[in-house]
Nanobody, 124 residues
Framework: QVQLVESGGGLVQAGGSLRLSCAAS????????MAWFRQAPGKEREFVTA????????YYADSVKGRFTISRDNAKTTVYLQMSSLKPEDTAVYYC?????????????????WGQGTQVTVSS
């Protein structure tokens, strides 16, 4: 049974910070590339950030670069998204995703497993 369970979403004011967590089970976490996506009202799901299986490399969308930080703790089978300097345009449902490190495709697509999503709302 594969599960990705997200937590940490909520309502914050512009300029504030929030940390999301994604706890994984039912998979060999240390062999997975992990990522965060988001979907804002009226828009398609978009890539936010990803981290390789051993945490050695990270990738960020231009819109969040310098403000968001992805990290992982393989011992806890958890990936985190630290969000700072939040803007109203960051408002979206945030999804955790996972794929096997050898799955074909780039770091921004071809993810096999998804969490349920957690709402992040940034007020102006």
């Amino acid at each position: 049974q594969v599960q990705l369970v997200e937590s940490g979403g909520g309502l914050v004011q512009a300029g504030g910070s929030l940390r999301l967590s994604c706890a994984a089970s039912g998979i060999t976490f240390s062999t997975r590339t992990m990522a965060w996506f988001r979907q804002a009202p009226g828009k398609e799901r978009e890539f936010v950030t990803a981290i390789t299986w051993n945490g050695g490399t990270t990738y960020y969308a231009d819109s969040v670069k310098g403000r968001f930080t992805i990290s992982r703790d393989n011992a806890k089978t958890t990936v985190y998204l630290q969000m700072s300097s939040l803007k109203p345009e960051d408002t979206a449902v945030y999804y955790c995703a996972a794929k096997w490190r050898y799955t074909s495709g780039s770091y921004y697509d071809s993810y096999e497993y998804w969490g349920q999503g957690t709402q992040v709302t940034v007020s102006s």
